[in-house]
Each structure stands twice: as structure tokens, then as C-alpha cells.
T-cell receptor
Framework: DAKTTQPNSMESNEEEPVHLPCNHSTISGTDYIHWYRQLPSQGPEYVIHGLTSNVNNRMASLAIAEDRKSSTLILHRATLRDAAVYYCILHPTETSYDKVIFGPGTSLSVIP | ETGVTQSPTHLIKTRGQQVTLRCSSQSGHNTVSWYQQALGQGPQFIFQYYREEENGRGNFPPRFSGLQFPNYSSELNVNALELDDSALYLC????????????FGPGTRLTVL
């Protein structure tokens, strides 16, 4: 099962951009890359996902390496509400989530 | 659009007891997945239901079982509770499709004494 590796923790100053890296060297050709985040005392929240091309939405941008072995979640201007654990996971194309593996994620701290 | 809801919020049980946790899926979603999240860890997949049938299972023993109802609400049942079952239990609903997004509920915090 394809796994991802992320730094345990990162810090950012408020209103500065944040780049959260994720390595997924064993990704298969049809795995989607998904990012979720989990605020304290809440369930995970979808952030963004992509397959091959870079993606933008109102929350963040996702930059995917050309070989797809790594990706970066970009928060353009960190706010205090962005302090959370960020998970990078791979979604295979099979119609079951039994191969979806959440690691411990990256705990992002935002400094005022 | 109503989001995913779970009940109860918190629960305390003793070892050996049985527990039922409930989840109400987001409107229009036909798939529900259950996860166990230990403190400081990412969620671990327990199982998934699609149109009332189990459609994938993680590495959990048979004492973890579930149901999905015609209105796509769901239950997670755990028999013979063990101390290690203490965790946050999350359900997530989705429209089953390749690479589709899951929408998580706030979770039920289970403590086993």
C-alpha cells in the first residue's frame, strides 16, 4: 500500500506563505493525491486534491512534481485558523478506501 | 446542505461492554467509512459501506462491525471492549467514485476503563 511521508511539525508566521511537503515515492500512476487538515477537537477537513497537474482552490494550492513522487501544499497567507494537523494521503482508483493510509501528518503552528 | 453528524460526542464504557456509535451521512452521499484515531496518530480505516453492503475492511477484528441503513445513516458496533479501543471514532461520507473526497464528522470520543 502506497504511503506518504511528511515532516512531523512546521512553524509559520501569520500572513506569510506556508509550503507543506509530502513525499510519496511509491505512488502508482493512477493514485490521486489528497490533502486533509484536522483542527483541534474536530474531524479531518478536505483541503484539495489532484492527479498530475497543479491545482488551486479557495483554501490552498497543490503543486505536484513532474514525476509525481512528491507534492507540496501551499497556503498563500497563513492565519491563526490554519493551525492544524495536515495529512497528505493517496487515493487509489479502486472503489474502496481500505488502501487509504493516513500517517501522523504535519502539525502546523502559526505564530502571531 | 447538512454535514456529517455523529452521536454521541463522548462515551465512557468499561472493559468487556459493547458500544454502538451512530453517524448520519451528508445528503446525497451513498458511502460511509469508519476510522479509529488514537491520540497523536492519523485516522486508521476500519471499514466502509456502500449501499448497505460492506465494501472494504481494514485490519480490525470481527468484534468491530457495522451497518448502513437505506437512508445512508450508519452504525459502528464494538463488542467486548478492550482498553486499547479508547480512541476518537470518525465517520466519513462520500459519493463512491475514483479518488473522491470524504467528508468527516466531528467524531465520538470513546473511553474504555
Amino acid at each position: 500500500d502506497a504511503k506518504t511521508t511528511q515532516p512531523n511539525s512546521m512553524e509559520s508566521n501569520e500572513e506569510e506563505p506556508v509550503h507543506l511537503p509530502c513525499n510519496h515515492s511509491t505512488i502508482s500512476g493512477t493514485d490521486y493525491i489528497h490533502w486533509y487538515r484536522q483542527l483541534p477537537s474536530q474531524g479531518p477537513e478536505y483541503v484539495i486534491h489532484g492527479l498530475t497537474s497543479n491545482v488551486n482552490n479557495r483554501m490552498a494550492s497543490l503543486a505536484i512534481a513532474e514525476d509525481r513522487k512528491s507534492s507540496t501544499l501551499i497556503l498563500h497567507r497563513a492565519t491563526l485558523r490554519d493551525a492544524a494537523v495536515y495529512y497528505c494521503i493517496l487515493h487509489p482508483t479502486e472503489t474502496s478506501y481500505d488502501k487509504v493510509i493516513f500517517g501522523p501528518g504535519t502539525s502546523l503552528s502559526v505564530i502571531p | 446542505e447538512t454535514g456529517v453528524t455523529q452521536s454521541p460526542t463522548h462515551l465512557i464504557k468499561t472493559r468487556g461492554q459493547q458500544v454502538t456509535l451512530r453517524c448520519s451521512s451528508q445528503s446525497g452521499h451513498n458511502t460511509v467509512s469508519w476510522y479509529q484515531q488514537a491520540l497523536g496518530q492519523g485516522p486508521q480505516f476500519i471499514f466502509q459501506y456502500y449501499r448497505e453492503e460492506e465494501n472494504g475492511r481494514g485490519n480490525f477484528p470481527p468484534r468491530f462491525s457495522g451497518l448502513q441503513f437505506p437512508n445512508y445513516s450508519s452504525e459502528l458496533n464494538v463488542n467486548a471492549l478492550e482498553l486499547d479501543d479508547s480512541a476518537l471514532y470518525l465517520c466519513a461520507s462520500s459519493i463512491l467514485a475514483r479518488g473522491d473526497t470524504q467528508y468527516f464528522g466531528p467524531g465520538t470520543r470513546l473511553t474504555v476503563l
